[in-house]
T-cell receptor, first 116, second 116 residues
Framework: GNSVTQMEGPVTLSEEAFLTINCTYTATGYPSLFWYVQYPGEGLQLLLKATKADDKGSNKGFEATYRKETTSFHLEKGSVQVSDSAVYFCALSGSAGGTSYGKLTFGQGTILTVHP | GAVVSQHPSRVICKSGTSVKIECRSLDFQATTMFWYRQFPKQSLMLMATSNEGSKATYEQGVEKDKFLINHASLTLSTLTVTSAHPEDSSFYIC????????????FGSGTRLTVV
């Protein structure tokens, strides 16, 4: 079945530091890949997505590139802010026509804390 | 953008009682909605797929008689936790896909259920 593995957290950074959160996946076919962010006490918000190999998703300074050869979708940001402190989830959705199409499989989440 | 409203955001109930959680797509129609459960400091696990006008599809290990799902219209799905027990205490989140938004899943803000 499908699976998503994220780097272990928590991650603690100083403001303006560079952020990388690793994400690798296992899936058949051509899944779509997502990064979601969850702020304390809230639901999930879509941060960015990529639907095919070599696509780069970007939003709010965050980027991730769909690498099929390494089955990865690492999240990066060049300069983090205190307001970026949250839990980040990598997720995938199975390819169209498959049994897992439309269902999201999540990684375990990575807690990010950014200090001033 | 697509908005999914989930209600209530928090609920406390006594053991043995039932609790209903609503998930509404506010500005789009959703023939399919998904229900997830999140345990503290853990990732989200898909519980079931809610299908408008037909029976829900439950993931392995999820008791369909305990977690009743009804998707009576294109904008509303409900999850009823029946005969709740303390171990049902969790964070429940729904999601729906606004196809017009380009294959992005929108999540509700979640419901924190505490069974005492």
């Amino acid at each position: 079945g499908n699976s998503v593995t994220q780097m272990e957290g928590p991650v603690t950074l100083s403001e303006e530091a560079f952020l990388t959160i690793n994400c690798t996946y296992t899936a058949t076919g051509y899944p779509s890949l997502f990064w979601y962010v969850q702020y304390p006490g809230e639901g999930l918000q879509l941060l960015l997505k990529a639907t095919k190999a070599d696509d780069k998703g970007s939003n709010k300074g965050f980027e991730a590139t769909y690498r099929k050869e390494t089955t990865s979708f690492h999240l990066e940001k060049g300069s983090v802010q205190v307001s970026d402190s949250a839990v980040y989830f990598c997720a995938l959705s199975g390819s169209a026509g498959g049994t897992s199409y439309g269902k999201l499989t999540f990684g375990q989440g990575t807690i990010l804390t950014v200090h001033p | 953008g697509a908005v999914v409203s989930q209600h209530p955001s928090r609920v406390i109930c006594k053991s043995g009682t039932s609790v209903k959680i609503e998930c509404r797509s506010l500005d789009f129609q959703a023939t399919t909605m998904f229900w997830y459960r999140q345990f503290p400091k853990q990732s989200l696990m898909l519980m079931a797929t809610s299908n408008e006008g037909s029976k829900a599809t439950y993931e392995q290990g999820v008791e369909k008689d305990k977690f009743l799902i009804n998707h009576a219209s294109l904008t509303l799905s409900t999850l009823t936790v029946t005969s709740a027990h303390p171990e049902d205490s969790s964070f429940y989140i729904c999601s729906a896909n606004d196809a017009g938004a380009g294959y992005g899943y929108t999540f509700g803000s979640g419901t924190r259920l505490t069974v005492v």
